[in-house]
T-cell receptor
Framework: NAGVTQTPKFRVLKTGQSMTLLCAQD?????MYWYRQDPGMGLRLIHY???????AKGEVPDGYNVSRLKKQNFLLGLESAAPSQTSVYFC????????????????FGQGTRLTVV | SQELEQSPQSLIVQEGKNLTINCTSSKTLYGLYWYKQKYGEGLIFLMMLQKGGEEKSHEKITAKLDEKKQQSSLHITASQPSHAGIYLC??????????????FGKGTKLSVKP
């Protein structure tokens, strides 16, 4: 059981370049999330998705786009990378709790370390 | 996120000492999660609290959620070097039911001196 898999694990981009980070989960989770982690800032939510074909903005969405065309995949795109987007990016997934009494934990990938020069 | 305030930001303790980390929200929480992160790695789920007054323990770590469901504490008894890392509290900020807006505090960096 792979859980949550992120690709790539490392990447160096030049300013202005574009790239897509892929997150794949094999747990049939409805919810998926993208975070960035910077020193002293904790995890900040970029975008999230509560189901296939739906996405929503999180705390820091500017400069990023996302797509959830398939339930198991959540893509994070940087159209024109900037040095301020140098960070470690984490993807996570969880079950939906709509109609359920209990909350549910999120499972995290191992992270993608992105450097924009 | 400023919606979840963690304290302290960092903590250095001597091995064998007890410690407490706090997480506070201005809103009532649907579910409160505690995760641990070793440096440079992904997040490991520790515990989830949902009911007011709830308390859970795992090995030497105990987490509590207050009656108002706005504050949680994580207590480590007899700390060990293996407890070192970053502890993060997280919560879904869409009151009334999880709708995916899962945010985290800034984390508490714990170092344990042998």
């Amino acid at each position: 059981n792979a859980g949550v898999t992120q690709t790539p694990k490392f990447r160096v981009l030049k300013t202005g370049q574009s790239m897509t980070l892929l997150c794949a989960q094999d747990m049939n989770h409805e919810y998926m999330y993208w975070y960035r982690q910077d020193p002293g800032m904790g995890l900040r939510l970029i975008h999230y998705s509560v189901g296939e074909g739906t996405t929503a903005k999180g705390e820091v969405p500017d400069g990023y786009n996302v797509s959830r065309l398939k339930k198991q995949n959540f893509l994070l795109g940087l159209e024109s990378a900037a040095p301020s987007q140098t960070s470690v990016y984490f993807c996570a997934s969880s079950y939906s709790t709509r109609g359920r009494a209990l909350a549910t934990e999120a499972f995290f990938g191992q992270g993608t370390r992105l450097t924009v020069v | 996120s400023q919606e979840l305030e963690q304290s302290p930001q960092s903590l250095i303790v001597q091995e064998g000492k007890n410690l407490t980390i706090n997480c506070t929200s201005s809103k009532t929480l649907y579910g409160l999660y505690w995760y641990k992160q070793k440096y440079g790695e992904g997040l490991i789920f520790l515990m989830m609290l949902q009911k007011g007054g709830e308390e859970k323990s795992h090995e030497k770590i105990t987490a509590k959620l207050d009656e108002k469901k706005q504050q949680s504490s994580l207590h480590i008894t007899a700390s060990q070097p293996s407890h070192a890392g970053i502890y993060l509290c997280g919560a879904d900020m869409n009151y009334g039911g999880s709708q995916g807006n899962l945010i985290f505090g800034k984390g508490t960096k714990l170092s344990v001196k042998p």
